[in-house]
């Protein structure tokens, strides 16, 4: 590995003398990036060897970072349920820690009373975001958007699990490193003990980082190509679906929704299915996820374009024509990671064969109102989605996104503060 020994890894190999670095990794890795070490220079957030642990997204802003950065390639949710005497005092008291725990531990920084400081060292590209339920909203005493709640029940569809859905206060932490992301999760739960129960936690996954070219769209496990269309921060329809506004309630504002469901992918059922059929279900090509009616990934779909026989080339009830919307502002942004956990004692396949896979989709969508984008598509796509032969959503959840809070606030003071 000759383009390693000028490496910073190299250099770190040298100055900790290799895995067993000890207990003075931290001190000498602060030297070094100090530049104190002699003939070491300042590391980059991204160095030429691919690292990228010192990547820092900033935890302070208008709007909370986990929405507004680039998925990580490991995603952790937490579901919490208040503790009867949490009432809005306690919440208040609760969000701070909180907020305190991942202003820290985002941007490389040790939480209160942490035992393990060398573990925030590295948090690569790490963000936390919360969310809250109806009934901590209630609590807070504060006015209840009108789509804050379960969503509607899509009986076409739904096979929903108590043990994947709901929660008062919700956290998702994504980022490039799950070492990062566990220890965070961590201090959360445990300055969480006197004030909620864990309900839930899920974790999920996009490719490792250094896999693909950052920007490249996610493959779930289908194999498709998944989120070409979906708008990226920055882009003027993203800050229209995402961002709430004067229809919210004031509190609300710059912040958004989130939408979580747990979505069982049958991949026994979708080995039967050959690639036209894959491909026709979606109305995109798995090979590069452009859409069948032509161009290339990220050109637009024709849904209206006909075969010789004048039928439309892309069927209407595939997922991608059904799932539509004409302007993408009035639309969802979603965020997913791939979950593939083990499989459950005595699962067995339609067949009646033991299970394979106990694999899925952890769907994510930010919108700035539930009820006006994210219904009227879910109820479309319950009634007419080819993909529903081998999707099954198992888990939901609704929270409201408050926005982000400068240094020395914390999230959740447009309500409690
Ligand atoms: C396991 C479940 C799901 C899978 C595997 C899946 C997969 C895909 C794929 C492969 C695409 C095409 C590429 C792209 O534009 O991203 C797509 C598009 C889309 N999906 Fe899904 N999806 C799932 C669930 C959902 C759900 C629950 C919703 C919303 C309720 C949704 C909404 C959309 C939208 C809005 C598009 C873009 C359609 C367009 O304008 O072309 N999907 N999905």
Redesign the pocket.
Known sequence: MPAADTSGLSRRRLLLGGAAAGAGAAVALGAERAGLVPGAAPEPAIDAAGLNGERVVPFHGAHQAGVTSAPGAHATYLAFDLLAGTDRDRLRAWMRLLTDDAARLTQGRGALADLEPELAVRPAGLTATFGLGVEAVRRAGAAVPSWLGPLPAFPEIDALEARWSGGDVLVLLHGDDPTAIAHLARMLVRDSRTFATLRWRQAGFRRAYGSDASGT?MR?L?G???????PQPGDEAFDRAVWAGPEAPAWLRGGTSLVL?R?A?NLEGWDEVGREGREAA?G?RLAD?APLTGGSEHDA?DLDKKDASGFTVINPVA??AS???ADAGA??V?M?FSYDDPVEAGAVDAAGRPAVSNS??L?G?WQRDVDAQ?VP??RR?ARADL?NTW?T?IGSGVWAIPPGCEEGGFVGETLLG
């Open positions: 769209t779930n289908f498709q190509v998944d989120g070409s269309t979906t469901r979505i992918m979606v995109r996820g779909i997922h991608a799932a539509h919307v639309g969802i979603r997913g899925g989709l769907f969508s994210y598509m879910q796509l993909l999707t959503p």
